[in-house]
């Protein structure tokens, strides 16, 4: 073996220079790798709104002997609880023996809603031979990938007596699918002119929802009458259970491997169930913790992180200030010492696009986990900005568990920006950083994480838990 230069040997000591997981993993890491992510692709499916990725979070809970947290119910070291908020986000506690005075908590801090398309209040009508329900988007979509897919319902519609009615229709392989129309491409002269942004408008957000008009020369608007008598036969409810209603279209398709060698994952909903699952799966595995765990999934991310499932709520110093009395401490003084993982995606840098990226400082796909100490847009307005103190604390536990993780902005200064739950948490005297998976096509209807980048958040959040 050839003796390194001096040259060499400097370079190697003194520089810095990003891994990539595969190539620093062993054949059995490899197969950890893959195996890992079957568990996360079958969570996918079944988590495709906040309300379904909630209750396989409790699912996934129960079977860990996890029971549920009424508010003002007692606590005390070694209780395994979550409080399911309203159904659609979810706060997890394991209680440590560690005093959350001096330690504080460890919280990781996820959301489980993305981005779709929500259906109205009043949303049903026909038109030229077809039934339409009217649609209202829900986060930050590029409308035009929305048209011409296969999208399935998913929801729940409460009717008059306050029964609540789950619906989920074009999941199964005999069920129907919907789907928004798009121009054929004969008629769009004047639509390829307009920008990306304009092409379809949100009005035009329309689902194709029947085509079959009722056999009753007597009435009007037939085809919809056929869509309300088949939905009274299965649900049982009438067009003004709509009125109470939350339903959205999602993509139909299911995750799927990527490429050849099934490296990636497609799906719809990585943003941000891969790290719900991640963190979830990270606490499940770390049975033997002795620091008080709050893992919490959020909802409302992808509109602001508003209302009473989203993150800006009281919930968080809500559940610490309860935990903190039942433990006889000072709420003032848990939050202080208590340290948090926001954990949301990334944009992985893209080789087809890569005038908006600054690729020293942005996310390389299968490198690792992605911190950013900051997020924002236009000069680092709206984020927390985590202290170098903080982010050299993490470094520090990712280094001595062998966690291979990179850094990440997303995108060049100015191009845009993001942000997350990582301010809110902030704002209460918390020290915390963005810690997720770089994503490719990032909100698209069908979006590509590396299975590496998965495995590795799961490494990063157990190592945070030890
Ligand atoms: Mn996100
Ligand atoms: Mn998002």
Redesign the pocket.
Known sequence: MSEKTKGQEMLEMLSYKKKNVFEEASPEEIAAIYDYARGYMEYLDNSKTEREATEAAIALLQAQGYTEYRLGESLSVGDKRYFNNRGKSIVVLKIGSRDIEKEGIRILAS?VD??RIDVKQNPLYEDSGMAFLKTHYY??VKKYQWTAIPLALHGVMVKADGEVVKVTVGEDAGDPVFYINDLLPHLAQRQSQEPLGTAISGESLNIVVGGLPYADKEVSDKIKLTVLSLLNEKYGVTEADFLSAELSLVPAFSARDIGFDRALIGSYGH??RVCAYTSLTALLHSPNTEHTVMLVLADK??IGSVGVTGMQSDLLTDIIDLVSAELSKNPILVRASSKCISA??SAAFDPNFPDVYEKRNSAMLSSGACMSKFTGARGKSSTSDASAEFVGYVRRLFDENGVIWQTAELGKVDAGG?GTVAMYIANHNIDTVDLGVPVIS??APFEVVSKADVYSAYKAFCAFLK
Do not use: L, Q, R
């Open positions: 959301h993305s981005p986060g930050g943003d941000d991310e992808e949301d995606v993001g990032m909100h």
